[in-house]
């Protein structure tokens, strides 16, 4: 089921919410539920917004989110994470009618080929999901408040509304100017470079002296099986066996005067443990590497003066070329945006320490990985277009494009009526049933 697979990932990657609004549609007459948003002839029902919340909350436990998660505040005003949720999908829920409205004043038509599909992927879902059964598949859709029509309706309008984009953006975005997504940038994102202190430490594999062992590098420094041993500070010995004693890989040993295994700690490179799950085992610093971690970064602010990018620079070179695994960092640019979700709350705390102060600022953050010093610079004039700064702008086109629509709404988002006592009779995110399909 392609058409599916597609439709899940999009829920996943999409900056707005992928609502439903099928009342577009003559068909919404079996919707009986209250109004809750208009604008001339388009409506979003009670019904309906219970169906987009059940696909938020999906994507937002997609993320990690659980039920015990909805309750936390958020911000000093008392908002929870519920609320939030709850406010976000009623803010997209109205660009989607605005890119209704917008659609029916450019006067387009979905291709055939479009609704064709549409048609093809309920009438999957018919026959896999609800074993071939209409009424069957009804009652799981129930469960989102939902029917097989209403949903049919929903994906002509999903279409519909990326239609109307794809007209005036092009595919992908394919019609944007470089100006549009350098303006955007300069707008919407932050430039700096970073030292961060770690708040942890790798554990690497050690043998059983509890020496830690170090590895041959390949070509492209990456470790190899074969451990590397120090052929001038150590020797080979002979076993009982009258043979020279070799490790598991068949290569000579090389031993320390004391018995301990002479690595060679310069060409070599140590192995991070890695726990049953795949990750990489760290542990704590100590209490004392901790308040230094603290001075540190302390001492590189108040070193810095504002604008003074060299200082910074060497500031980041002086802690990186230490022998001290806790700091990390280099002169390359990153990139964050300041509008929408970086993915992780530590990049958004990073992204809006950054946005409250100037270009030429440093500001030190402390999140879950240690202290993260970072500098903030104006965006490069070539930031889309030079290779090195790709892997922080896979998703910018679908930015860019997302923030001209919303733009572009802006007037029509502003005449859509809300009834406030609809909106306040919807169960919380608690009582919303996850929608991880359709």
Known sequence: MKICLKRALACLLCVVTVLSLSCVFTACSQDKSPVLLSYENLTVTENQFKFLLSRAKANYERMGLSEDNYDDLIDLDGTTRG?????????DAKLMIAGAALFEQEGLTLPAETVDAIETEVAEYIEYHGDGSKSAF??????YSFNVTMLENQYLFEAKYQYVQDYLYGENGSKLAPSATQEFL???????????IRSYKYVYEKDVSGDEIYYLTDAN?????????????GSTRIGEDGKVITDKNGDSIYFLE??????DKEKGVRAVMVDATGNLVTELCSSEELAENKEIAEKVKS?????DFLAFEQAVK???????ERFTGDNSYCFLYTTGDNGYDELNDIADALSAVEVGDVTVVNSEHGYNIVMRYDIPEDATANKDYEEWFTDLNARVVNYLFRK???????????????FAALPDMKKINANYNY
């Open 83 to 91: 609320d939030y949720i709850m406010q976000q999908v009623l803010h």
């Open 138 to 143: 009804n009652n799981i859709l129930s469960a």
């Open 186 to 196: 300069n707008d919407n994102a932050v430039a700096f470079k970073q030292l961060l």
């Open 221 to 233: 420094d990456g470790q190899t099986d074969n451990i590397a041993y120090d052929k001038i500070k």
């Open 258 to 263: 004391n018995g301990d295994i002479a690595y």
């Open 303 to 307: 070193s810095v003066e504002k604008g």
């Open 318 to 324: 002086e802690y990186t070329d230490k022998n001290d």
């Open 408 to 422: 572009k709404c802006a007037d029509i988002i502003e005449s859509i009526q809300v009834d406030e006592d609809v």
